[in-house]
């Protein structure tokens, strides 16, 4: 924070002092606690801490680095002074870690505890750091621990956007018992009196604090070559005319280089030259931002290649002497195995990666290095935009444009605040600097509006899930469960659009009956017959689409006959032509099942039904090797050349024809003939009112459709949640079964699928390495898709697997005939590799154990790893709930594979 001398007594007003004395007395704990502080707090810390003296929760919303967590610490400090408790919550184990030395140092270890889930230290301490899914599960079992609570801070609250773990957030806000203050600490968001406006309604008096001033301000750039231009005049207003001569120079010379044509945006950045001249600018530390784990390893090894050095002797000894000290746990075999050596090059010179494939002490010493000021230049993905410290003087984006799962979209006004936030150091710099590098799909003006909105939303991930539903039930009993969905922030910002969409509809229904009346003919009603001619319309399209599924079943029945070797023309797509069957594959998560082919050019991969569904025929057959790997190209190679030998001089088959017309068609057609506005001399104008109108009225349905639906939307999940629950035995009407109980224990995202397992016995009797292997099935997402390799698993599992599967089906069937879709399918990517370093393997076996085209990054495995001990902690736990002797074998077997598992890179240090 930037430091501030305090006056002397002499040096203020009589005025001046008669406030502070005033402002001691009616907040002395405020007082107490800004006097252990070398400078002044800023106006609106000063603000929130005052809201909580006086007893009241609040909410603050803060740029990045403005110093929220001091609101937090002043929880911290009057819960010290009233004898009480504050838990500290964090949404990662590594930031729950880093508050946790932080509380220590200031308050001595005797009064600071620790909760991860796998770690207890002090855990009756009167200051507990925690993970936000401790507390709840605290929670959910009435803990002891509660007891005496008086503050929660949850920090990075914003978090409860998270898809996939935002509901925590939400369910420790509205179940915390009402005496307890919630401290809640947020980015900023454009939404906050929302938000706060939700906290009052279920926390009762909340305040909000907004602040959206930097505390050390931005400056933006975009970088040209190796020009570094402002973005906008120096009013602030407009941008750079400078700027938009050099960029329009820049496509110029850019066009001449490509003959006209466009490179996609993507020119070739030379990232040695832009952080040289960061340097030359004064302008490091810098985080360089780079939407790609393998864009980030290149770039360090493209700086150290070109013999960028970016510290001076003393540095390269202390970055050396730190980095060797906190790998020296780890097996040197492990270390080479994750490139240690090339990793250290690049830390010795300044310059390193952060992204999820490193592991997680590269990480944490990038980090650590990062903070003393030690590494000059970090390329990152956006993923150290979240949660980690690690301020910088400048930021760099090299591109606006990222992946965001199935397509390339432009960043939007949140994410580019965010990433940008990092940039200035409070205490240090003067001001930080946001760097652009120039790209052809970027132009000047977009760049300009991205810096100058601050649009970043709040809104609710919470959605029931079946774990979720067996706690709140056992704990408190239906109608109490259904009052905790109705409260949620989720239906709060439901039943606000609801009512948003219903005037909608309205408005939507007078612009219709406006239309309406412009489309009136003075031969008929030509609203009935354009409504004839749409219905017909419909009709031949209805009667196509169904010939296309009849042609679809037809291939897929013919597809599933298929053997090895079958030689069949691939009728649609752009692999269409001959084609020699491999083999079917499982569907994946969301889809029917894939059928693996080789083409005639050498492609093997995997096509979806409907690219046979102009027929599947077979012409010929051609030998298959016994051991064909789709991934040697060699035997790719030499089976499209056999391939291409059997279809020389075949034709290509005859696609089947259209649809035949439909006694309803035929009905609907002289229908239309007959009507006498066909007739009408001013027709064209009328089906231009009648359009509009028929668009209009289609649009207000849907809008009253989505009204309805959000009304109580989280309470129709949540009966068909409980629908699934009772068809499979976890609930008997309104009570919680001995198998709910047991699930009640599983707090992942395939919780239904992990208890059936369990309760069906099927993973019983594997020994440590299988049942971590099987264990991974269910937690694991890879980063491809699976059905494009042959996966295969240990041999000890495949019967398990098959079950595993089977009851995933039976699960997916249930869910939806009830609109649900929750549990995902298995998937089988890390069995091998957790199985390997489950029985104690190297490393480096364990990485290529992996199916795919190249080994498992080590931090992506360590990830992976860990996730997998948890879950079989929680195995381990909810099989003695079942209490048979093999289940309690399982059990056991369960604690072994975490103890064998949590080794190494693995271990938590």
């Not at 700027?243 to 850019?254: F, H, I, S, T, V």
């Not at 992506?860 to 195995?875: K, P, S």
Request: net charge neutral; with cysteine.
């Amino acid at each position: 924070m930037v430091t501030a001398d305090v006056p002397y007594a002499d040096d203020r007003s009589p005025a001046q002092r008669h406030a502070a004395a005033q402002a001691r007395r009616q907040w002395p704990e405020l007082a107490a606690f800004a006097g252990d502080y070398p400078f002044e707090l800023d106006d609106f810390q000063v603000e929130a801490c005052r809201i909580l003296e006086s007893g009241h929760g609040v909410l603050v919303c803060a740029p990045t680095g403005a110093g929220k967590t001091v609101v937090g610490e002043f929880a911290v400090h009057l819960a010290l002074a009233e004898g009480a408790k504050c838990f500290y919550t964090t949404p990662i184990k590594a930031l729950s870690n880093q508050k946790f030395n932080d509380l220590v140092a200031a308050h001595g270890a005797e009064n600071v505890g620790l909760l991860t889930g796998d770690t207890v230290v002090n855990g009756e301490a009167p200051i507990v750091v925690m993970t936000t899914e401790v507390l709840r599960n605290m929670i959910y079992a009435g803990s002891s621990t509660l007891q005496g609570l008086r503050y929660v801070v949850m920090d990075e609250v914003h978090y409860l956007a998270d898809r996939f773990r935002g509901a925590v957030w939400e369910e420790i806000i509205i179940e915390l018992p009402q005496e307890v203050r919630v401290v809640s600490l947020s980015a900023t968001v454009s939404n906050a009196e929302e938000f706060g406006d939700w906290l009052k309604s279920v926390r009762g008096s909340t305040e909000v604090v907004v602040s959206e001033t930097r505390p050390v301000p931005l400056w933006q750039h975009m970088m040209i070559g190796g020009a570094l231009l402002d973005l906008f005049e120096p009013d602030g207003d407009y941008v750079s005319k400078e700027l938009l001569k050099k960029d329009a120079r820049a496509r110029e010379r850019n066009e001449g280089r490509t003959g006209g044509r466009r490179r996609g945006g993507r020119p070739y950045v030379d990232r040695g030259r832009v952080v040289s001249r960061l340097d030359q600018a004064a302008l490091l530390p810098a985080i360089y931002f780079i939407f790609s784990r393998a864009g980030c390893d290149a770039a360090v090894d493209e700086c150290v290649r070109a013999g960028l050095r970016l510290t001076d002797g003393r540095e390269r000894d202390e970055i050396v002497d730190y980095a060797t000290a906190a790998v020296a746990h780890i097996d040197p075999a492990d270390l080479e195995a994750v490139g240690f050596d090339r990793w250290l090059a690049g830390l010795a010179a300044g310059i390193a990666a952060h992204h999820a494939g490193l592991l997680p002490v590269f990480k944490e010493v990038v980090e650590k290095l990062f903070e003393r000021g030690l590494l000059k230049a970090v390329f990152a993905t956006e993923t150290l935009a979240l949660g980690i410290n690690m301020p910088a003087r400048s930021v760099v984006l090299e591109r606006l444009i990222k992946y965001d799962g199935s397509d390339h979209v432009m960043l939007t006004p949140g994410q580019y605040t965010q990433l940008t936030g990092r940039a200035g150091r409070r205490g240090i710099d003067v001001e930080g600097h946001a760097v652009t590098v120039w790209a052809e799909d970027v132009r000047p003006k977009e760049l300009a509006g991205l810096a100058s909105k601050r649009t970043y939303p709040l809104n609710s991930s919470f959605a029931p899930s079946y774990n979720m539903a067996v706690n709140l039930i056992g704990a408190a009993g239906v109608e109490r469960a259904q009052e905790v969905l109705a409260s949620s922030f989720a239906q709060f910002q439901s039943d606000s659009e609801a009512v948003h969409i219903a005037e909608q509809a309205r408005s939507l229904g007078r612009r219709a009956a406006e239309a309406a009346q412009a489309a009136e003919c003075h031969l008929g009603d030509f609203l009935a017959y354009y409504d004839l001619t749409q219905q017909l319309s419909q009709a031949e399209r209805g009667a196509q689409k169904r010939r296309k599924g009849a042609l679809r079943d037809e291939a897929r029945t013919n597809l599933e006959k298929l053997r090895g070797g079958d030689v069949i023309w691939i009728s649609r797509g752009k692999r269409t032509g001959w084609a020699v069957f491999l083999r079917p594959t499982g569907g994946s998560r969301h889809h029917d099942p894939r059928w693996s082919v080789l083409t005639a050019d050498g492609w093997a991969g995997t096509l979806e039904t409907s690219a046979f569904d102009g027929g599947v025929q077979v012409v010929t057959r051609i030998r298959m090797p016994k051991r064909f790997d789709r991934r040697d190209p060699k035997s790719r190679s030499d089976l499209a050349s056999s391939l291409r030998e059997a279809t020389r001089d075949r034709s290509r088959p005859t696609r089947r024809g259209g649809a035949a017309e439909t006694p309803e068609i035929a009905q609907l057609r002289e229908e239309v003939k007959a009507h006498p506005c066909r007739l009408c001399p001013d027709a064209g104008q009328h089906t231009v009112h009648a359009s509009r109108w028929s668009r209009l009225k289609r649009e207000g349905e849907l809008l009253r459709r989505r009204s309805e639906r959000r009304e109580h939307s989280l309470a129709r999940q949540f009966t068909a949640v409980r629908e699934v629950l009772s068809e499979f035995g976890y609930l008997d009407g309104e009570t919680v079964t001995s198998d709910g109980r047991l699930l009640r224990n599983l707090f992942v995202e395939t919780d239904l699928l992990v208890a059936q397992c369990l309760r069906d016995g099927i993973w019983e009797g594997l020994d440590a390495a299988s049942l971590a292997a099987i264990a991974s099935t269910v937690i694991y997402e890879s980063r491809f898709e699976e059905d494009e390799f042959f996966v295969a698993v240990p041999g000890s599992i495949v019967d398990p697997v098959a079950k595993t599967v089977r009851r995933w089906e039976a699960i997916r069937r249930a869910e939806n005939t009830r609109g649900l879709s929750l549990i995902s399918r298995p998937q089988m990517g890390l069995a091998w590799p957790i199985y390997r370093w489950t029985r104690g393997e190297e490393l480096s076996k364990a990485l290529a154990a992996a199916d795919g085209p190249w080994p498992m990054p080590g931090g992506d495995f360590v990830r992976w790893a860990r996730r997998t001990a948890d879950l079989l902690h929680q195995m381990g736990t909810a099989a003695r709930y079942i209490d048979t002797e093999s289940s309690n074998k399982l059990a056991d077997a369960a604690y072994d594979a975490v103890d064998a598992i949590r080794r190494g890179v693995v271990a938590d240090v």
